[in-house]
């Protein structure tokens, strides 16, 4: 079955460090991965994807992207962080069992909150 | 563009009543999605549609039904709620593709069953 995880509830770093949230993802093929950001009491927002290529995604916001595939990975990362980037961030991979078609479905993790202390 | 809308933003509900969720998209998009987020389970898609006229189910389906009479709109229904289906629902939207396109996602309705 097709999954992916968030290893970490929370994420909390000071404003300036680098930050890190993690993903790993369980998938038949080639992974198609996504990051989704939630800012409070809204939707959320296209962050950056995976699809083929370079291992370093670049995506909004300064955020970056590490796929690895020997460690079936997704890693989020930013090089300095703000307290603006406080929000609840997902990581998605593409969904390949549909019955028929192409349908974009996405599994969703459960959320990493990262918290930038100012 | 407005993108993504739902409606409502916020609604109470006592266990058995109906309500219609509705989710309108002026960017064109083929398909469109139903998802409820919960509490450490991330979204869960409820149901989802690859055209005008067509609906699927996804992971959660019991309880809701759904209609796509035009292109743009995509409502999802409660026949008779329950206190299980309290939660934030989100609509979203996407260009048809092979998964390789984002979904833009609508600001959410929260919805409680008393």
């Known amino acids: 079955a097709q999954s992916v995880a968030q290893p970490e509830d929370q994420v909390n770093v000071a404003e300036g460090n680098p930050l890190t949230v993690k993903c790993t993802y369980s998938v038949s093929g080639n992974p198609y991965l996504f990051w989704y950001v939630q800012y409070p009491n809204r939707g959320l927002q296209f962050l950056l994807k995976?699809?083929?290529?370079?291992?370093l995604v670049k995506g909004s916001y300064g955020f970056e992207a590490e796929f690895n595939k020997s460690q079936t990975s997704f890693h989020l990362k930013k090089p300095s962080a703000l307290v603006s980037d406080s929000a609840l961030y997902f990581c998605a991979v593409r969904d390949v069992h549909y019955s028929s078609g192409a349908t974009n479905k996405l599994i969703f993790g459960t959320g990493t909150l990262l918290a930038v202390q100012p | 563009n407005a993108g993504v809308t739902q409606t409502p933003k916020f609604r109470v509900l006592k266990t058995g009543q109906s309500m219609t969720l509705l989710c309108a998209q002026d960017m064109n998009h083929e398909y469109m999605y139903w998802y409820r987020q919960d509490p450490g389970m991330g979204l869960r898609l409820i149901h989802y549609?690859?055209?005008?006229?067509?609906?699927a189910k996804g992971e959660v389906p019991d309880g809701y039904n759904v209609s796509r009479l035009k292109k743009q709109n995509f409502l999802l229904g409660l026949e008779s709620a329950a206190p299980s289906q309290t939660s934030v629902y989100f609509c979203?939207?996407?260009?048809?593709?092979?998964?390789?396109?984002?979904?833009?996602f609508g600001p959410g309705t929260r919805l409680l069953v008393l």
């Open positions: 995976y699809i083929t290529g370079d291992n």
């Open positions: 549609s690859v055209g005008e006229g067509t609906t």
């Open positions: 979203a939207s996407s260009y048809p593709g092979t998964g390789t396109l984002p979904q833009y």
